[in-house]
């Protein structure tokens, strides 16, 4: 069961054709899978725009959505935690930026912390990492490989829509 990322969870809305995929998933008894970090950049995402009502109600819907177990949330486990250490020590800063990424280095650095302990949980799982940001996952899938060779490779799928 692929791990959904962050480009492609952020899609999950309740009119949206990812949503329906979704609860037909969740209905098929495979949830989506998000890791905790997709949870808490999402979340962090829609309240630091909460004083737009779209977004307040957006966060509220998705807050509903964790807790009635629509999807399945992968949490940072002991062995992922010291994994990610282990990756951000080798590669401290992400690869360079995408022209048109408004974010500041700090927000783009702490990006790049969620996307590695993203990696280091769906590799740990042997589960792909469905994702639009093809390019820092990669590297990380290269990182994975080269820092444990024969240990499994980290599996990328394009967003299902």
């Known amino acids: 069961m692929p791990v959904w990322d962050t480009s492609v969870a952020s899609g999950l809305h309740p ?3 990812l949503f329906d ?7 098929d008894g495979e949830p989506v899978l998000l890791a905790a970090a997709t949870v808490a950049e999402i979340s962090f995402g829609l309240k630091r725009q ?4 779209r977004f307040a109600n957006a966060l509220a819907w998705f807050t509903e959505t964790l807790r009635a177990g629509a999807v399945e949330v992968l949490p940072l486990s002991r062995e992922a935690a010291l994994l990610t250490g282990q990756l951000r020590a080798a590669h401290p800063v992400p690869p ?3 022209r048109g ?3 500041s280095k700090p927000e783009r650095r702490v990006a790049w912390i969620n ?9 740990l799982r042997a589960e792909p990492i469905c994702t639009k940001d093809q390019g820092h996952f990669q590297f990380l899938a290269a990182a994975l490989t080269e820092q444990f060779p024969g240990e499994g490779e980290l599996e990328l799928i394009p967003a299902p829509l």
């Open 96 to 98: 360079s930026a995408n």
């Open 15 to 17: 009119d949206g054709q």
């Open 50 to 53: 909460s004083g737009d009502p």
């Open 21 to 27: 995929l979704a609860t037909r998933m969740a209905l």
């Open 101 to 103: 990424d408004k974010r």
């Open 115 to 123: 996307d590695i302990q993203i990696a280091a949980s769906a590799w």
